[in-house]
């Protein structure tokens, strides 16, 4: 990696993977789709049947609740598979060829951290196509102190943690392409000091995410 933690493809850091190159988020066909998260806000519109209608939050179980047929699992699914469930379910008892369309009015889980050197680190809602620049850009840039070499991206992808290393100088140059960043991705950028070694790659992680957690949300 740029900074020095790897040069092979893989290393694992207890339950972090050190990678070149990070995965898309999992079941997004390759990061085409966007999932649906807890906290997201829907509408949900029922063809020619307003009184369906509704403007719902996704609960923290990951589920909607609409007429008639109560509790319908959304979360870590994408907006055309929550369509076709409802449409599913609708059709089962009430409706006959049931058309649904849903819309994401807000999403918690397009939310990404920014952490370290950044002159305004925090948290910040990406869109379907935010890139690491841009999302630098999100933060205020990088401080005096940082290292454009040292910017580090995590993502969860299933049951399994990664982490690559980014430089922003090579980016901007054109020697490397500017990465794809996805909700609930976590950004941290080290200063010129730091001495990045697996280990401390991980606990920087259990910082940024604790700090996430204890944040008011946006």
Same mark, same amino acid.
């Given at each position: 990696?740029?900074?020095?933690?790897?040069?092979?493809?893989?290393?694992?850091?207890?339950?972090?993977?050190?990678?070149? +190159?990070? $995965?898309? $988020?999992?079941?997004?066909?390759?990061?085409?789709?966007?999932?649906?998260?807890?906290?997201?806000?829907?509408?949900?519109?029922?063809?020619?049947?307003?009184?369906?209608?509704?403007?719902?939050? +996704?609960?923290?179980?990951?589920?909607?609740?609409?007429?008639?047929?109560? $509790?319908?699992?959304?979360?870590?699914?994408?907006?055309?598979?929550?369509?076709?469930?409802?449409?599913?379910?609708?059709?089962?008892?009430?409706?006959?060829?049931?058309?649904?369309?849903?819309?994401?009015?807000?999403?918690?889980?397009?939310?990404?951290?920014?952490?370290?050197?950044?002159?305004?680190?925090?948290?910040?809602?990406?869109?379907?196509?935010?890139?690491?620049?841009?999302?630098?850009?999100?933060?205020?840039?990088?401080?005096?102190?940082?290292?454009?070499?040292?910017?580090?991206?995590?993502?969860?992808?299933?049951?399994?943690?990664?982490?690559?290393?980014?430089?922003?100088?090579?980016?901007?140059?054109?020697?490397?392409?500017?990465?794809?960043?996805?909700?609930?991705?976590?950004?941290?950028?080290?200063?010129?000091?730091?001495?990045?070694?697996?280990?401390?790659?991980?606990?920087?992680?259990?910082?940024?995410?604790?700090?996430?957690?204890?944040?008011? $949300?946006?």
């Amino acid at each position: 990696l740029t900074a020095g933690v790897s040069t092979s493809s893989s290393k694992e850091a207890g339950d972090l993977r050190v990678v070149e +190159v990070l $995965p898309p $988020p999992a079941n997004t066909n390759n990061g085409t789709d966007v999932l649906i998260s807890e906290n997201d806000l829907l509408e949900v519109d029922v063809f020619q049947v307003d009184e369906l209608d509704k403007e719902v939050r +996704v609960d923290p179980s990951g589920k909607i609740s609409l007429a008639l047929i109560g $509790p319908v699992n959304a979360a870590g699914k994408t907006i055309v598979q929550l369509e076709k469930e409802i449409e599913r379910q609708y059709g089962v008892k009430y409706l006959q060829n049931p058309e649904v369309s849903v819309f994401m009015k807000e999403s918690a889980g397009q939310r990404i951290t920014m952490d370290g050197a950044f002159v305004k680190p925090g948290i910040y809602t990406s869109s379907s196509n935010t890139t690491l620049l841009q999302a630098v850009a999100l933060a205020g840039g990088l401080t005096r102190l940082a290292d454009e070499k040292k910017l580090f991206v995590y993502r969860q992808v299933g049951e399994l943690k990664y982490v690559a290393n980014y430089s922003v100088a090579d980016i901007r140059s054109g020697k490397k392409s500017d990465p794809r960043i996805y909700g609930s991705d976590v950004v941290i950028s080290f200063d010129s000091s730091a001495k990045i070694a697996a280990e401390n790659l991980r606990q920087a992680l259990g910082i940024a995410t604790s700090a996430t957690r204890l944040a008011t $949300p946006l």
